[in-house]
């Protein structure tokens, strides 16, 4: 205010535009979405799932710490492959492992300590990174200076979906019994793997 110098032109707001999302890339948009559906599900009511099969809260703390480790130990690998291949192939083969690792849960995640903590690992490691490859597939096709806004629509999406994936969870957990929780879960990431399989096909990778 108190220079004669020419002050700099103001920032341009980032407006939310949720179906221009969509248009840019939609498996970006899909992932985010099912990417909180799911794994809020498992934040909100995985301690449960554990301690209805009957272990204590020592396990329980366990089972929720490996997953994080987990997540944390994949990151830098996926991240690194999907800069080098096409993201959707990346969100393909980790979500379909999630499915996995979520049956697994489901079927006979609770038999033994051992297998309940190694599913959890497996299950953490291909379906948390996958909302950071999804939004990094999303600015791969935005124009420039749309970062802001397609990260704050992702950020959106994501949070939608967070918000209704405890409440829809929580509804299967109480009608159907706990294991179906991770039934749930792999529900979410299979149709994610479905729409990118789809995609894949009907158009072609940014080099």
């Known amino acids: 205010a108190l220079t004669r110098s020419q002050s700099p032109a103001p920032i341009a707001t980032a407006k939310l535009d949720v179906r221009k999302l969509y248009r840019i890339s939609p498996v970006g948009a899909l992932g985010a979405t099912a990417t909180g559906l799911g794994n809020a599900a498992f934040w909100g009511l995985g301690p449960l799932f554990v301690q209805q099969g009957g272990y204590p809260a020592a396990i329980i703390a366990a089972f929720m710490s490996i997953a994080i480790i987990g997540a944390g130990l994949s990151q830098f690998p996926l991240g690194w492959i999907s800069d080098r291949v ?8 980790s979500s379909s492992l999630g ?3 979520a049956a697994g849960l ?14 959890v ?39 939608l979906g967070a918000t209704a994936g405890s409440l829809l969870g929580s509804v299967v957990m109480q009608t ?3 294991a179906t ?15 990118s399989t789809l995609r894949v096909r009907t158009r072609r990778a940014i080099p």
């Open 99 to 101: 499915v996995i690792a």
């Open 106 to 119: 489901a079927l006979i995640g609770t038999q033994s300590e051992t297998t309940l903590l190694v599913f």
């Open 181 to 195: 929780l991770f039934l749930y879960i792999a529900s979410i990431y299979t149709t994610l793997v479905v729409v």
């Open 86 to 93: 096409d993201r959707r192939l990346v969100i393909i083969a």
């Open 176 to 178: 159907f019994g706990p």
């Open 121 to 159: 690992f497996f299950f953490g490691a291909c379906s948390f990174p996958i909302f950071g490859i999804c939004a990094a597939h999303a600015n791969d096709f935005a124009e420039a200076g749309e970062a802001v806004a397609t990260s704050g629509g992702l950020l959106l999406r994501h949070g």
